[in-house]
């Protein structure tokens, strides 16, 4: 097999853009639409080919270290041989030039949510880094007032015919130029600002509507908030995943919402009524029932989260905890002693044993 440098007539060392040059000289002699000849044939698929590997800088790498032998192993194998035959596919027809404007890539970014957002959703600002639309070239990668020319290769076709020796006989097979990368143009003053890829990076700020009721790992899809696309192609689409934060009074259960209130063993026998700070900005009045138990839930309804997609509310439940207190004066201690003596039939003992419905919630409130 001939040495692909000695093919291309270029150094070792030969930069890519030294080899780019060679092939495009020696591919305007040898194309067939020039030299019809079969000799002119076989070089150009020669040609060719050495330009395939030595422009890919990991198939250069690998050649340059003996691995570009034909054989079924790996380059060259079992697959190269139905690619040599069919054109990398069984039929292998020409399908023209490739557009330059390619659809962009998705995005995903995280963004952490307190729970008050949760409850009622919330409007915000957002700051991604992105790809977007070059001002200068107006996506087409070109210089102001300058435009692609025709590859001088393949003739704007974007693809180049390969006439091989098969067991079948001569096959013609068509592969995308190497001259302009199946483009059929190219971009012979690149545009300066984006280096000819028609978008640049920057950092766009987009508004945001925190949808009520997300939970942590709800994702949002806006579609066309992604990356604008090579050569001005459509933007691709953002998604946004939520993780919501701890709150250190608040937890949920689906709409839900979950506190834990200590009550003074005062007010657990006498009974009482709070004002209580809530996640709505406001005041919630919760009365506590006299005789209250530790582990009773008390429920006021329609003040959870307004759930997803939905303008009703969950409950908010609140697990009371009776608080008894473990320092007391001497004339506390002793009013406690005259209320002693007069429940003289109330000591300590087994009670009936209840498992109900706020049994989890009452191991998550108080779990050690």
Same mark, same amino acid.
């Given at each position: 097999?001939?040495?692909?440098?000695?093919?291309?007539?270029?150094?070792?060392?030969?930069?890519?853009?030294?080899?780019?040059?060679?092939?495009?000289?020696?591919?305007?002699?040898?194309?067939?639409?020039?030299?019809?000849?079969?000799?002119?044939?076989?070089?150009?698929?020669?040609?060719?080919?050495?330009?395939?590997?030595?422009?890919?800088?990991?198939?250069?790498?690998?050649?340059?270290?003996?691995?570009?032998?034909?054989?079924?192993?790996?380059?060259?194998?079992?697959?190269?041989?139905?690619?040599?035959?069919?054109?990398?596919?069984?039929?292998?027809?020409?399908?023209?030039?490739?557009?330059?404007?390619?659809?962009?890539?998705?995005?995903?970014?995280?963004?952490?949510?307190?729970?008050?957002?949760?409850?009622?959703?919330?409007?915000?600002?957002?700051?991604?880094?992105?790809?977007?639309?070059?001002?200068?070239?107006?996506?087409?990668?070109?210089?102001?007032?300058?435009?692609?020319?025709?590859?001088?290769?393949?003739?704007?076709?974007?693809?180049?015919?390969?006439?091989?020796?098969?067991?079948?006989?001569?096959?013609?097979?068509? %592969? =995308? $130029?190497? @001259? #302009?990368? /199946?483009? !059929?143009?190219?971009? &012979? %003053? =690149? $545009?300066? @600002? #984006?280096? /000819?890829? !028609?978008?640049?990076? &920057?950092?766009?700020?987009?508004?945001?509507?925190?949808?009520?009721?997300?939970?942590?790992?709800?994702?949002?899809?806006?579609?066309?908030?992604?990356?604008?696309?090579?050569?001005?192609?459509?933007?691709?689409?953002?998604?946004?995943?939520?993780?919501?934060?701890?709150?250190?009074?608040?937890?949920?259960?689906?709409?839900?919402?979950?506190?834990?209130?200590?009550?003074?063993?005062?007010?657990?026998?006498?009974?009482?009524?709070?004002?209580?700070?809530?996640?709505?900005?406001?005041?919630?009045?919760?009365?506590?029932?006299?005789?209250?138990?530790?582990?009773?839930?008390?429920?006021?309804?329609?003040?959870?989260?307004?759930?997803?997609?939905?303008?009703?509310?969950?409950?908010?439940?609140?697990?009371?905890?009776?608080?008894?207190?473990?320092?007391?004066?001497?004339?506390?201690?002793?009013?406690?002693?005259?209320?002693?003596?007069?429940?003289?039939?109330?000591?300590?003992?087994?009670?009936?044993?209840?498992?109900?419905?706020?049994?989890?919630?009452?191991?998550?409130?108080?779990?050690?």
């Amino acid at each position: 097999m001939a040495d692909h440098y000695e093919v291309l007539g270029v150094s070792r060392e030969a930069t890519p853009e030294e080899i780019k040059k060679a092939y495009r000289k020696l591919a305007r002699q040898l194309h067939p639409d020039v030299n019809p000849s079969e000799e002119a044939a076989e070089r150009f698929k020669d040609v060719t080919h050495a330009y395939d590997v030595l422009s890919d800088a990991e198939q250069r790498a690998r050649y340059d270290r003996g691995g570009d032998q034909p054989g079924f192993g790996g380059a060259g194998g079992f697959g190269d041989i139905f690619e040599t035959f069919f054109g990398g596919g069984f039929g292998g027809g020409s399908q023209g030039p490739r557009s330059r404007a390619e659809r962009g890539e998705d995005a995903l970014i995280r963004i952490d949510v307190p729970l008050e957002e949760v409850v009622f959703g919330a409007k915000r600002d957002i700051t991604i880094n992105t790809a977007v639309l070059c001002n200068t070239c107006d996506g087409s990668g070109c210089q102001p007032d300058t435009s692609p020319v025709t590859c001088d290769v393949c003739h704007g076709q974007g693809q180049v015919q390969r006439q091989v020796r098969s067991l079948f006989g001569n096959v013609v097979t068509m %592969h =995308p $130029c190497g @001259s #302009c990368s /199946g483009y !059929g143009t190219i971009i &012979e %003053h =690149p $545009c300066t @600002s #984006c280096a /000819g890829k !028609g978008r640049v990076r &920057e950092r766009r700020e987009l508004p945001l509507d925190i949808p009520s009721g997300i939970e942590t790992g709800t994702r949002m899809q806006m579609r066309g908030g992604g990356e604008v696309g090579p050569g001005g192609g459509p933007n691709g689409d953002l998604f946004i995943e939520f993780r919501v934060t701890h709150h250190d009074i608040f937890s949920r259960d689906g709409d839900d919402l979950l506190s834990t209130l200590q009550v003074a063993m005062t007010d657990a026998v006498l009974g009482a009524e709070v004002s209580l700070d809530s996640l709505d900005g406001d005041k919630v009045e919760v009365e506590v029932p006299a005789g209250v138990q530790s582990g009773d839930i008390i429920t006021v309804r329609g003040r959870g989260i307004q759930g997803l997609q939905t303008t009703n509310r969950g409950d908010l439940k609140i697990a009371v905890q009776v608080v008894t207190p473990s320092k007391l004066s001497k004339r506390e201690k002793d009013l406690v002693r005259q209320l002693a003596a007069l429940r003289k039939d109330e000591h300590p003992h087994f009670g009936e044993f209840h498992q109900g419905f706020f049994g989890k919630i009452r191991d998550r409130f108080f779990k050690n």
